[in-house]
């Protein structure tokens, strides 16, 4: 896993989440629900949690969690809509510093997102993936108390990101059965670069060749 990028849709009724998702690009495949993982393509110039969260969120007057990972960089955001209000915001960027975003208020996937199950700080556990190796005495005991109590708050500046899957996993949800597609419209800036390229390149052949 590279780069992850979607989200989950609460749906109450799935015949106005079709007509909905619709205008926003989206194709439905499955939705059934409860909840429905919306799968984005990354694009390069767009990355990022998927830009049609909030207004998904409020047309539907729903729950809707955005979300982005790329491991290659150690970048991961999350954000948590509730009928077009931002609820909460996460983004972790190990090389800028961390947590460099953390706003409102915690929600309840938290817990599973922060702490896995299995494991642990113990002698035969195994070590938690968020957590450095390079901890004090009193960090392990900061974090396991945080960890029996599943609050991450208290433990922010030891924790390297969460575990989206974990998040997914929480609702019932498996990524790699999205319930929807989601199509990014082209990013003509780009492409249009491409083609000058191209362009010169060829441009460049035709010309060597024609000297000679």
Request: aromatic share 10%; proline share 6%.
């Amino acid at each position: 896993m590279s780069t992850l990028q979607g989200a989950l849709v609460r749906v109450e009724d799935s015949d106005r989440f079709r007509e909905v998702a619709a205008r926003s690009r989206i194709v439905v495949v499955d939705a059934s629900g409860p909840w429905v993982p919306i799968d984005v393509a990354p694009q390069l110039g767009k990355l990022g949690p998927p830009p049609f969260a909030q207004a998904l969120s409020k047309e539907l007057n729903t729950t809707v969690i955005a979300f982005f990972l790329q491991t290659t960089v150690s970048n991961e955001r999350v954000e948590h809509w509730q009928s077009g209000r931002l609820l909460r915001e996460l983004e972790y960027y190990m090389d800028g510093g961390g947590w460099i975003a953390q706003s409102g208020e915690p929600q309840e996937w938290e817990g599973v997102y922060f702490f896995a199950q299995d494991e642990g700080t113990g002698p035969n556990d195994e070590w938690p993936s968020n957590l450095g190796d390079e901890v004090s005495e009193d960090d392990i005991h900061r974090y396991e108390a945080a960890r029996s109590r599943r609050i991450a708050g208290p433990v922010m500046d030891l924790l390297r990101g969460g575990d989206i899957v974990r998040l997914c996993n929480f609702y019932g949800v498996d990524l790699g059965r999205p319930g929807a597609h989601y199509t990014t419209r082209p990013n003509w800036r780009v492409l249009g670069s491409v083609l000058l390229i191209l362009v010169l390149f060829v441009g460049a052949i035709v010309l060597g060749r024609t000297v000679r």
